[in-house]
T-cell receptor, first 114, second 117 residues
Framework: DQQVKQNSPSLSVQEGRISILNCDYTNSMFDYFLWYKKYPAEGPTFLISISSIKDKNEDGRFTVFLNKSAKHLSLHIVPSQPGDSAVYFC?????????????FGKGTKLSVKP | GAVVSQHPSRVICKSGTSVKIECRSLDFQATTMFWYRQFPKKSLMLMAT?????????EQGVEKDKFLINHASLTLSTLTVTSAHPEDSSFYIC?????????????FGSGTQLSVL
């Protein structure tokens, strides 16, 4: 039972344009959501998070939007840069993220073309 | 930023042997570490939570006698896959929680690709 779904395994975007990565979840008990970025041969690194009490969180070029009624969140990267090419994982937690036992999506591989 | 070292990065072993994977937090003390497994085209799945000085907490469906976890110090957790079989071939990755942190304070190792022949 996939509680966190990233339905697009890959996404290709032109440099300078917007990248939108989507994530859906099924468990209404999730109250904290995170995005991780992973380069080949490296572990995932934290990118941005959002609490369920918010609907938007912005950090530089990265913005995460949360739609609780639709159980959907998205990561927007604008403008996209070639260095953003990586696999992006969406993750969710039921405990405000404090216990670390995150539920991950399968990841979306983003390719930003120069 | 904080660093978590995991090794080996890749191991090939014969069926029936045991393999130990180490996860070290290099510049902080981690009372809690997590072990995940990822099969091809699947999500990272939490296997167990490793607590320093106490027994690990295993997720449903994970055999504790097969996947032995030891967290003997604040900077080291080990996962031993005992009597490995080909179906144990997978990508194993650890994470360590930086003190006082929420999910964003999790730092991941680079993972171990296990291939059992």
């Amino acid at each position: 039972d996939q509680q966190v779904k990233q339905n697009s395994p890959s996404l290709s975007v032109q440099e300078g344009r917007i990248s939108i990565l989507n994530c859906d979840y099924t468990n209404s008990m999730f109250d904290y959501f995170l995005w991780y970025k992973k380069y080949p041969a490296e572990g995932p690194t934290f990118l941005i998070s959002i609490s369920s009490i918010k609907d938007k969180n912005e950090d530089g070029r990265f913005t995460v939007f949360l739609n609780k009624s639709a159980k959907h969140l998205s990561l927007h990267i604008v403008p996209s840069q070639p260095g953003d090419s990586a696999v992006y994982f969406c993750a969710a937690s039921k405990y405000g993220g404090s216990q670390g036992n995150l539920i991950f999506g399968k990841g979306t591989k983003l390719s930003v073309k120069p | 930023g904080a660093v978590v070292s995991q090794h080996p990065s890749r191991v090939i072993c014969k069926s029936g042997t045991s393999v130990k994977i180490e996860c070290r937090s290099l510049d902080f003390q981690a009372t809690t570490m997590f072990w995940y497994r990822q099969f091809p085209k699947k999500s990272l799945m939490l296997m167990a939570t490793s607590n320093e000085g106490s027994k690990a907490t295993y997720e449903q469906g994970v055999e504790k006698d097969k996947f032995l976890i030891n967290h003997a110090s604040l900077t080291l957790s080990t996962l031993t896959v005992t009597s490995a079989h080909p179906e144990d071939s997978s990508f194993y990755i650890c994470s360590a929680r930086h003190p006082g942190g929420a999910g964003e304070k999790l730092f991941f190792g680079s993972g171990t690709q296990l291939s059992v022949l």
